[in-house]
């Protein structure tokens, strides 16, 4: 299992505790990625603390994605897409 993502830290060293930042975004999804392989039919494969990893960084990335939609300059288009994204997670 991977550790979780990096929180940033105020004197340059690293974190390992989750922390939920839209600058983790990217690396959010890709752990998710290497977390859920694509022919993956159930969750049983991954331990308690894995779902429990898996849940906070979906959690997050929902978050992130609300968030997004809320900005100016966002499209309806742009919006409707990011909802859509939330309701499929």
């Given at each position: 299992?991977?550790?979780?993502?990096?929180?940033a830290?105020?004197?340059?060293?690293?974190?390992?505790?989750?922390?939920?930042?839209p600058?983790?975004?990217?690396?959010?999804?890709?752990?998710?990625?290497?977390?859920?392989?694509?022919?993956?039919?159930?969750?049983?494969?991954?331990?308690?603390?894995?779902?429990?990893?898996?849940?906070?960084?979906?959690?997050?990335?929902?978050?992130?994605s609300?968030?997004?939609?809320?900005?100016?300059?966002?499209?309806?288009?742009?919006?409707?897409?990011?909802?859509?994204?939330?309701?499929?997670?």
């Amino acid at each position: 299992m991977e550790p979780p993502l990096p929180a940033a830290s105020t004197d340059g060293t690293q974190v390992t505790e989750f922390h939920c930042h839209p600058a983790n975004t990217f690396d959010a999804i890709a752990r998710v990625k290497t977390m859920l392989p694509g022919n993956m039919e159930s969750y049983e494969p991954l331990s308690v603390s894995q779902r429990s990893q898996l849940r906070r960084i979906m959690l997050c990335i929902s978050d992130t994605s609300a968030k997004l939609a809320k900005l100016p300059g966002v499209s309806k288009e742009d919006q409707n897409l990011l909802k859509k994204l939330r309701s499929d997670m």
